[in-house]
């Protein structure tokens, strides 16, 4: 295995739509475990192959906190969706930034596995904002195009929280 170089925002591989995978090869198989450790080591929970420069209709993702059951999901498609959430957004090939972001809460996603088995997959909340993110990657779109208002520096925003979050405590205490 090995890490990869994630593409930021400006790349023009990201724009660009990636092409269904017809056989699991050698390559393939690699490609997806170094996607795997590429966002284990970035702090992601997910990450599309145009992301590291390969044009293949490829995504891992993994929202939980053990990381023993990651997704890699071979040529997916949302088949069905439904409900809204709207919260902030962020991604490995947009470093530092987040934005708020409008979404299904509950998605069907048909995808083949790394033998080419077809799975169908209900995800609601988070993994379906997950889904979602990283399929519009598979498309040259990034979730820069959906936020609503202004980007936001990480940093400052997880302060903010953190000082709202004291302040709450304190009005706490105090009752």
């Known amino acids: 295995m090995a890490l990869r170089t994630i593409r930021e925002m400006g790349d023009s591989v990201l724009e660009k739509k990636a092409k269904t995978i017809k056989d699991v090869t050698p390559r393939i198989r690699a490609l997806a475990e170094d996607m795997l450790e590429t966002m284990y080591e970035s702090g992601g929970v997910g990450l599309a192959a145009p992301q590291v420069g390969i044009l ?44 708020v972001v409008t979404r299904p809460n509950r998605v069907v996603v048909r995808y083949n596995d790394l033998d080419m088995n077809e799975w ?17 990657h598979l498309d040259g779109h990034l979730y820069v195009e959906k936020v609503e208002g202004e980007l936001r ?3 400052e925003l997880e302060k903010e929280m953190e000082e709202e ?3 709450a405590q304190e009005e706490t205490e105090e009752a």
């Open 56 to 99: 293949k209709r490829l995504v891992v993702i993994d929202i939980t906190e053990e990381r023993d059951e990651p997704y890699t999901m071979l040529n997916p498609e949302i088949i069905e969706q439904d409900g809204e959430q709207t919260g902030y957004e962020g991604c490995l090939s947009v470093p530092g930034k987040l934005g």
């Open 120 to 136: 169908e997959m209900e995800a609601e909340d988070f993994l379906a904002r997950a889904i979602c993110h990283e399929l519009d």
């Open 153 to 155: 520096d990480a940093a």
């Open 165 to 167: 979050a004291e302040q």
